[in-house]
């Protein structure tokens, strides 16, 4: 059912199983499952570079929150290349080319983020809650600006040339 799983899941005895399987090997669904997966990645880098830096390193939070921001960009970005969206290692230009086109991908979102956040808030909802509700929407516009925008399979070209 999913190429290089061995296990399926018996449709009768266990259909819900059977069911979360089957939906996970259709090739967007799964694709964006480990984007999310990759996502919960960065974001744990990003939060355990900035708890080491600001709790034993003793820099302000805004200089450690930013060096980890850079630390799970980098982290999405490896992860997604490899895992996510398999677009291989490239090579010289292409490989820098993609890593700046994600780099903007990711930019807007982070902008993208702020205006929703910003809206959100002053519709009167609770920060956490503006907060959970941008990064919804923003999620969304990451997955599928990395899919069209970056990690994009070329017409013309095949394996790691894309």
Known sequence: MIPGL?????PVTQP?????????ARPMVGQFARFLMVGATATLTHSLILFLLVEYAHLKPQIGNAIGFCGGVTVSYILNSRFTFRAGAGAGN??????VRFLGVTGIGFCLNGLLFG?????????????????????FWNFFGSRLLVFFRHPHKTGSDA
């Not at 809206?119 to 999620?139: D, K, R, S």
């Open 16 to 24: 819900m199983l059977h069911r979360i399987m089957k939906l996970l």
């Open 6 to 10: 061995k296990f399926t899941p018996d």
């Open 119 to 139: 809206l959100f808030h002053n519709m009167g909802l609770h920060y956490l809650v503006a907060q959970l509700m941008a990064t919804a929407i923003v999620v």
């Open 94 to 99: 292409a490989a820098n080319f993609r890593f």
